[in-house]
DNA sequence: CAAGTGCCTTTATC
DNA sequence: AGATAAAGGCACT
């Protein structure tokens, strides 16, 4: 199946799939590889044109946030030199719609880890408690059910290389398990409330909420703040906060929670309702800078 | 090459 | 309330 991309629809699968925001797709002979629920389906996009397989149009059109009207995100999240830089340079670049579960397991195991260490431990938990799936003559794992995880034991767990992640997986599993926390429902919340919901799950603090609503749930007013968001605060928007609040923040690598409240806080503020994009380019912008 | 630092933090404990 | 420490282990320099 093919789509053609218009001039209005701008889109880089490439970028969509490397700036970090999801961690088990593989790049093989030329076509991006993913696991979404029990099916395999690849795709590659060459200049405007989107091919895939295994896989129908309407699901990559959500997958892949195509939905959203991204000159329109753009122009709005471009309020500085410093957004419009990075919006220029990496224009194509689309918040995903994952499945919420993968993502919130994801960014509960992301928590202190880098990127690759992070597409490890996913894929190591795959391949113990998830499905194999042969596709083309290639081998992949489907993410593991809530059930799957919640009867883990945790020494099973820790050897997927989680270490104290293993716990709050292995509590978080059971929560969804026992249908006593609907994670489906956090789509039809506002923001606040999807994220207050999310923040009684073990594991989830404030950073991995904000993730998980951007991500997954299509909150895009959520401004995640990790330690690259923190530095580039720091460095470009130091101007917007009291020299006494950004000399503490610098002093630490991560913020408390009160600090993390304020920095969200402003991004959601300054950069408005699309303000998870501007996060997700201004991030990918500054690792890019190395 | 070994050792040190950093990592898309959260929680428990003062 | 607010600061501080502890918690795997891997990847990069």
């Known amino acids: 199946m093919k789509l053609l991309l218009s001039h209005s629809c701008p889109f880089n699968l490439d970028i969509t799939l490397c ?4 961690f088990r797709w593989n790049k093989i002979g030329g076509w991006w590889f993913g696991v979404t629920g029990e099916k ?12 895939f397989v295994n896989v ?7 997958y892949f946030g195509l939905n959203d009207d991204l000159p329109k ?41 880098n990127i690759p260490a992070i597409e490890k431990m996913l894929f190591n938990l795959s391949r113990k408690f998830g499905e ?43 929560r969804v398990h026992n249908d006593d926390f609907h994670l489906e429902n956090l789509k039809k919340l506002s ?8 923040l009684k799950l073990p594991g989830v603090g404030l950073k991995v909420a904000d993730c998980v ?7 895009l007013e959520a401004f995640p703040v990790d330690v690259w968001i923190k530095r580039i605060i720091v460095k470009y928007y130091a101007s917007h906060f009291e020299s006494e609040f950004v000399k503490k923040i610098s002093l630490h690598k991560s913020p408390g929670k009160s600090e993390y409240e304020k920095l969200s806080l402003f991004g959601r503020r300054y950069f ?16 890019m800078q190395r």
């Open 191 to 198: 923001y606040e409330k999807a994220r207050s919901e999310l």
């Open 19 to 22: 700036c970090g925001q999801v």
């Open 132 to 174: 194999k799936v042969a596709f083309e003559g290639l081998e992949f794992y489907t993410f593991p059910t809530p059930a799957s995880l919640a009867k883990a034991n945790k020494r099973e767990l820790q050897e997927c290389g989680l270490g104290y992640r293993a716990e709050y997986v292995l509590e978080t599993a059971k």
């Open 73 to 113: 995100i753009l122009s709005q999240i471009s309020k500085d030199k410093h957004a419009k830089t990075a919006a220029e340079k990496f224009k194509g670049l689309r918040i995903l719609r994952q499945d919420p579960w993968e993502c919130l397991i994801s960014y509960i195991c992301a928590t202190y880890k």
């Open 56 to 62: 129908d149009e309407d699901f990559v059109k959500n």
């Open 213 to 219: 609503s951007l991500f997954s749930l299509g909150k």
């Open 40 to 51: 395999v389906f690849k795709i590659r996009q060459i200049g405007e044109e989107l091919e």
């Open 272 to 287: 408005g309702e699309y303000a998870g994009y501007a996060q997700e380019y201004l991030y990918h912008y500054e690792r």
